[in-house]
């Protein structure tokens, strides 16, 4: 069984920062391109950026500049470094992972169950 688990969301004021976490446990052998998305009340969700193994990354242009995703191969983990946050980035963010299950060669997709984030004064 392969489980995504996201942490670190909260209330934060306009201007601040929040670092949310992605961990991947379970039968795992490999952990392909990760991602984060969000989903505002209201609204479909949205790609928010994505990181490959390697450490290439992409970022939505409404997130550029602001947001950052790193992650640590060895530890199964994906970080989001959120600053200068805005009201419209408030919603639940959600951890997305391309993963193959030990024994198997098939790739799957998996989902977290996602953390909130709200931003308001």
């Known amino acids: 069984q392969v489980q995504l688990l996201e942490s670190g969301g909260g209330l934060v004021q306009p201007g601040g920062s929040l670092r949310l976490s992605c961990t991947a446990s379970?039968?795992?052998?490999?952990?392909?391109?990760m991602a984060w998305y969000r989903q505002a009340p209201g609204k479909e969700r949205e790609l928010v950026g994505t990181i490959t193994r390697a450490g290439n990354t992409y970022y939505t242009d409404s997130v550029k500049g602001r947001f950052t995703i790193s992650r640590d191969n060895a530890k199964g983990k994906m970080y989001l470094e959120m600053n200068s946050l805005k009201p419209e980035d408030t919603g639940v963010y959600y951890c997305?992972?391309?993963?193959?299950?030990?024994?198997?060669?098939?790739?799957?997709?998996?989902w977290g169950q996602g953390t909130q984030v709200t931003v308001s004064s």
């Open positions: 997305n992972a391309g993963i193959r299950r030990s024994g198997t060669l098939r790739r799957d997709g998996y």
């Open positions: 379970g039968s795992i052998a490999s952990v392909y391109t």
